[in-house]
């Protein structure tokens, strides 16, 4: 699957000025040999790179630099997540980010056999559809330039159609985020008062942080559940957290207000 990445100039790594030498025991690959080894451009990888989706590699000079297997392993884990799964960068990000590398191999496994009993019940599917970018936009009442800026941001899965490069083809897994900002937008939240696509990075933020928070609650509390118990337990309680959540948000608007009306 081709990349979407910024059209922008990257520095040539396979060029040495001369300035250093290699290190001792360098990695094994420089980037020309990363790009043959994953099948991607020197553009995306970069962009990877940028994005903090790939560790950087070992600088050997200013327009030099050496790569080894845990680059060629992230990065073919990328391509599949992006291939096989569609996901958004951010959704990417949160898991290769490292936030399960810490779990003992039984909290690991735990989760990993959890994760097979309950994807059904989250609406998971064996692999997601592409649609028209452009024809989505207009359904749901979406700028394309929003659009672009929610791919930008990572909230939205997309890649450039194989038929055009220059248009945007979307996971369907993610229409339905279009559908509720051009809600918002048929409100009047427009771009007028300010309002825009990176409004929806606080809600996704402090959704990340609270399920950190959540999975650690989990692997600690739920290590001696036979996994079917686990499951089971997270599919019925599931529907309750969003409930509170709703409601502590709810109550959080009105107690605000609430407060104002009291205040000289």
């Not at 950087?56 to 992230?74: D, I, L, S, W």
């Not at 996901?87 to 949160?94: H, M």
């Not at 036979?226 to 959540?245: D, S």
Request: hydrophobic share 40%.
């Amino acid at each position: 699957m081709t990349a979407l990445v910024p059209d922008a100039a990257v520095t040539d790594d396979d060029h040495d000025d001369g300035a250093a030498t290699p290190p001792e025991a360098p990695p094994v690959y420089r980037m020309r040999d990363l790009c043959e080894q994953t099948g991607l451009s020197r553009q995306a990888i970069h962009f990877y790179i940028q994005q903090g989706l790939v560790p950087e590699g070992r600088k050997t000079g200013r327009n030099m630099a050496y790569y080894g297997p845990e680059h060629v392993e992230r990065l073919a884990l990328i391509r599949r997540l992006q291939e096989e799964r569609y996901l958004p960068l951010k959704a990417i990000r949160a898991l290769v980010a490292g936030d399960t590398q810490g779990l003992a191999p039984a909290q690991r496994t735990l989760l990993t056999e959890v994760a097979t009993r309950v994807g059904a019940s989250l609406g998971a599917t064996a692999r997601p559809t592409m649609v028209d970018g452009d024809e989505a936009c207009a359904r749901h009442g979406v700028a394309p330039a929003d659009l672009r800026r929610m791919v930008e941001l990572g909230l939205v899965a997309a890649r450039p159609s194989p038929a055009d490069p220059a248009k945007l083809e979307v996971s369907n897994e993610s229409l339905w985020l279009l559908d509720v900002f051009g809600q918002m937008r048929a409100l009047g939240l427009s771009p007028e008062l300010g309002f825009s696509p990176d409004d929806l990075v606080v809600y996704e933020d402090t959704v990340a942080t609270l399920f950190q928070r959540e999975t650690q609650l989990l692997v600690d509390r739920f290590a001696g559940l036979p996994p079917e118990r686990a499951a089971q337990m997270i599919e019925r309680t599931l529907p309750l957290i969003h409930a509170i959540l709703i409601h502590f948000h709810t109550t959080a608007v009105k107690n605000f207000f609430a407060a104002l009306e009291h205040t000289p």
